[in-house]
């Protein structure tokens, strides 16, 4: 029985080949592989920088609202900075408004009689002297114009007639009376005042100077007061006087 020399020796090659083949199916396999995986590793960065850009434009919208916002909010502080200029300059105007109040509500130093002209009264009559002096200027005011002569207590013109005849008398203020005060003219006051003790005495005349308030134009000096309301006052208080004389006799 004879051998295939031939058949016996293809059967090792035939193993090779066959290993050959395994070996090429697996690395193809494998090489089919890294290319999925960088076909996959690829299209995620191609899509992750797409994301990455879609991303970060709403943040420079973002930002740019940030900055809108921030703008916003310095317009809105600028505003009420100025907002509390204004009220602080308004407040500014308003204390200096207070304070030409105040000054024209205090005392009014008094003129030197130097230039004035002094005139004795007559004996028979109840003025001791009359002083005209031109050193005498308008007190100011705080009325607008057209000025009204009102001459009740507590009202703007009457305090400040108060002030023009202490400044041309020089009674002060808190020492001083108002018996007697009445219209003169027009644009004129004639006020009759006296020191609280009643020791000095006198009549003020004055015009109204437009938009600078009262001037003295004339001061007399009396013996006595002669005001109607002192008068009447000095009457009743003698009545009563007599009256209580008679009781007691």
């Known amino acids: 029985m004879g051998y295939d020399w031939e ?5 090792p090659r ?11 199916r697996i690395l193809n396999t494998l090489i089919g592989v890294v290319v999925i995986l960088i076909i996959i590793f690829g299209g995620k960065l191609l899509f992750g920088s797409g994301n990455s850009t879609e991303t ?18 310095d317009k809105k502080e600028t505003e009420q900075s100025t907002d509390a200029s204004q009220e602080s300059s308004e407040t500014d105007e308003d204390n200096e408004k207070t304070e030409e109040t105040t000054t024209n509500n205090e005392k009014v130093e008094p003129e030197s009689n130097e230039r004035a002209t002094i005139t004795d009264g007559d004996s028979e009559s109840n003025i001791i002297r009359s002083i005209e002096n031109p050193a005498w200027k308008p007190i100011g005011t705080n009325q607008v114009e057209p000025q009204t002569n009102v001459y009740d207590k507590g009202t703007e013109n009457r305090n400040e007639i ?19 005060l009445t219209n003169n003219g027009p644009d004129k006051a004639k006020v009759t005042i006296a020191s609280k003790d009643g020791s000095q005495n006198y009549k003020v005349y004055m015009d109204w100077v437009s938009g600078e308030g009262w001037k003295p134009v004339l001061v007399e000096e009396l013996k006595e007061n002669d005001s109607p309301i002192f008068q009447q006052n000095n009457a009743s208080e003698e009545e009563a006087e007599n009256e209580d004389e008679s009781d007691d006799e």
């Open 7 to 11: 058949k016996l020796y293809e059967g």
């Open 14 to 24: 035939f193993e090779k080949r066959a290993k050959r083949r395994k070996i090429n």
């Open 56 to 73: 970060t434009a709403p943040k420079v919208s973002n930002n740019t609202d940030v900055a809108a916002a921030d703008e916003k909010e």
């Open 162 to 180: 108060e002030i023009a005849a202490s400044y041309a008398t020089g009674l002060d203020l808190a020492n001083l009376t108002v018996w007697w």
